[in-house]
């Protein structure tokens, strides 16, 4: 019999970094572990992700209060989880996803994540190893040797994260010579955020370097285009090679600069169709070393998905956020119908480790990338590094090397990297 135990679950309300509520969750065990992970939230939501519980008393935040998915956790869940081993995540995530609805609104996805993660972190914490290592053993089956994800560095924030008034929502840096380990290429991609910031407060004004919810700059620039050559200007200054050293990567988050009235993309002052987009994306990418496409176009615009995984998929990756959502029977389909040859991977777009683990496994199977991903609201929570390194994601989009909220991120990454080198594998 397990003595690994579920004694109590307790959640509360916090802020997350747009100082909106959400929502953080502590496991305590039979053992007396205590473990809290909270869950991120995102703005530039797709539509058919698990969805947040909030409470919509516009006397409480705005109606953004977390109140009933945290009574959730404190008296259903934990209810329905007491005295559960809280190793066996599958079981833990399938009880929850047993006693909820499809989108995971009875309970909240914000609630059932972070339950899901705390879960993870005092199973860790009792077989006295690290996050990173427990995840890759729920993924792999067995110990493994870490793989450590390339990071993709927002540094400069658009649509619906800043008041930039860029179409695109994120312009991102992949240092990529990662042959020269994770501590260096956050060191790359610190060096050329300070370089652009210099550019920006130099060739336009102080303001630009004001910054966007992801903590990239948020310039109002009028073209997107002028991103691209902002930030390869800094890429250059910084005396890094463009395409070999730092190559460039966009999530247009298409969705939220379609205009569905007019069946157009508002871009640069203009409405063009798909067709012009794709010739658009096409002109940009070879000139700017562009190897990732995040949500080339809105989410139901699959055919266009699959136009431009045909015309750019050999040379740039196609990646897939909002039309997947983190669910493995929507990435089985893209994979079927060759929508994209990448994915995003959030837990809290489908509410559950072990569906978000699923979902990954499956676009491995076809060799797509992968990419675990932050929201744009997020915690002083670092549990996405051990996640994305648990999983051999390919990236790990954790925003610009800046602001408390992604650094943590992108610093845990370093030290997993650290202790990975360290003979020992004591448990510190
Ligand atoms: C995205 C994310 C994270 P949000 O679109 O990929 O960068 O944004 O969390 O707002 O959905
Ligand atoms: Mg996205």
């Known amino acids: 019999m397990t003595t ?62 977390v109140l009933r998915a945290v009574d959730n956790v404190n008296t259903k869940i934990s209810a329905l989880l007491r ?24 309970f909240g996805a914000n609630a059932t994540t972070a339950v899901s993660i705390a879960c993870a ?32 560095m927002n540094i400069i924030n658009g649509g619906k994260h800043s008041g930039s008034g860029l179409a695109i929502q994120e312009f991102m840096i992949l240092p990529v010579s990662l042959g020269k380990s994770v501590k260096e290429s956050i060191r790359m991609g610190s ?31 009028g073209h997107d285009e002028l991103a691209l050559s902002h930030i390869s200007d800094a890429i250059m200054k910084c005396g890094y090679n463009i395409g070999k ?31 012009e987009l794709l010739n658009y994306y096409c002109r940009l990418v070879d000139k700017y070393h562009i190897k990732i496409i995040e949500d080339p176009f809105q989410e139901d615009d699959i055919e266009s998905f699959i136009r431009i995984t045909e015309e750019l998929g050999k040379k740039t990756s196609i990646i897939g956020d909002d039309i997947f959502v983190t669910n493995h029977s929507r990435i089985t389909e893209g994979i079927r119908r060759h929508t994209a040859n990448g994915v995003i991977i959030k837990v809290n777009q489908i509410g559950t480790l072990t569906e978000a683990i699923e979902a990954a496994r499956v676009a491995f199977s076809d060799s797509w990338n992968v ?12 549990w996405l590094a051990d996640f994305a390194v648990g999983i051999a994601a390919n990236g790990i989009k954790a925003g610009a090397p800046a602001r ?25």
């Open 83 to 106: 005295d559960r081993d809280y190793t066996n995540q599958d079981e833990i995530d399938k009880i929850m996803i047993e006693a909820s609805d499809s989108e995971k609104l009875r």
């Open 371 to 382: 990419i675990a991903s932050h929201r744009s609201g997020e915690t002083n929570d670092d």
């Open 191 to 221: 060096e050329i955020y300070h370089q652009l910031g210099n550019i920006l407060a130099t060739k336009i004004n102080k303001s630009a370097i004001n910054v966007g919810d992801e903590g990239g700059f948020a310039p109002v620039l």
């Open 404 to 428: 408390g909220e992604r650094i943590t991120k992108y610093n845990r990454l370093m030290q997993i990297e650290e202790l990975s080198q360290m003979s020992s594998n004591l448990f510190s």
């Open 245 to 275: 050293d730092v190559v460039l990567g966009m999530d247009c988050a298409a969705s939220s600069f379609f205009d569905s009235s007019k069946g157009k993309y508002s871009i640069d002052n203009k409405l063009v169709n798909s067709e």
């Open 4 to 65: 690994a135990k579920i004694k109590l679950l307790r959640a509360r309300e916090i802020l997350d970094s747009r100082g909106n509520p959400t929502i953080e969750v502590e496991v305590i065990t039979e053992s007396g572990i205590r473990s809290v992970a909270s869950s991120p939230s995102g703005a530039s939501t797709g539509k058919n992700e698990a969805r947040e519980l909030r409470d919509g008393d516009n006397k409480r935040f705005f109606g953004k209060g």
């Open 121 to 152: 972190k005092a199973a860790a914490r009792t077989k006295k190893i690290h996050l990173y290592q427990h995840i890759s053993e729920m993924f792999n089956g067995t110990e493994h040797a870490p793989s450590f994800p390339i990071p993709f």
